[in-house]
């Protein structure tokens, strides 16, 4: 059964720093991309960005480049997201997802609050 | 940004009707390759999202085939034959032809 597994969501300030991760099971991580995609409190999916199998290619939506970096070790079958100079509308719930056929499985999702 | 435009906003519906709920995109969702990255996903209450169509018509695994994706170019159409109360929640289309990808924003179906 693939899993998907979130932790690392918590308060944080604005301007400042938080890493999520992502321990994956259940299918052969290395062999898939994988993406963040992220839901805001007014409800809407907002894709964040994805990384190729190996780790050597990211893509990043334009609303968060420079300021997040998505990695993975596939060692350990863990994806990570690292947001920073975070702000009040990087609030959401942040959901790892693999991209099979397409974004076939989500995570439960993880929640970030941006607040002072 | 390509902008996908779902219609309605809310679909009420009785148990044992067919729904239908429209995907239309600024541009094109064909790819080079030939492929359409169209995609249909369901979020339930207190879950996260699920995917039930991908490249338009396909299935994903395990889905029931009274959910029946369809449409091309840059209108789409999801149907819902026979509605179940497990197929209440919101529902998104999704495009992974053109980068950045972009999620429509939902379409809730609910009982009358």
């Known amino acids: 059964e693939v899993q998907l597994v979130e932790s690392g969501g918590s308060l944080v300030q604005p301007g400042g720093s938080l890493k999520l991760s992502c321990v994956a099971s259940g299918f052969t991580f290395s062999n898939y991309w994988m993406d963040w995609v992220r839901q805001t409190p007014g409800k809407s999916l907002e894709w964040i960005g994805e990384?190729?199998?190996?780790?050597?290619?990211?893509n990043y939506a334009p609303s968060i480049k420079d300021r997040f970096t998505i990695s993975r070790d596939n060692a350990k079958s863990t994806l990570y997201l690292q947001m920073s100079n975070v702000k009040s509308d990087d609030t959401a719930i942040y959901y790892c997802?693999?991209?099979?056929?397409?974004?076939?499985?989500w995570g439960q999702g993880v929640m970030v609050t941006v607040s002072s | 940004d390509v902008v996908l435009t779902q219609t309605p906003v809310a679909q009420p519906v009785t148990l044992g009707d067919q729904a239908s709920i429209s995907c239309r995109s600024s541009q094109s969702l064909v790819h080079s390759n030939g492929n359409t990255y169209l995609e249909w996903y369901l979020q339930k209450p207190g879950q996260s999202p699920q995917l039930l169509i991908y490249k338009v018509s396909n299935r994903f695994s395990g889905v029931p085939d009274r959910f029946i994706g369809s449409g091309s170019g840059s209108d789409f159409t999801l149907k819902i034959s026979r509605v179940e109360p497990e197929d209440l929640g919101v529902y998104y289309c999704?495009?992974?032809?053109?980068?950045?990808?972009?999620f429509g924003a939902g379409t809730k179906l609910e009982l009358k």
């Open positions: 999704f495009q992974a032809t053109h980068d950045p990808y972009t």
């Open positions: 990384i190729n199998t190996d780790g050597s290619k990211t």
């Open positions: 997802t693999r991209y099979g056929s397409t974004l076939d499985y």
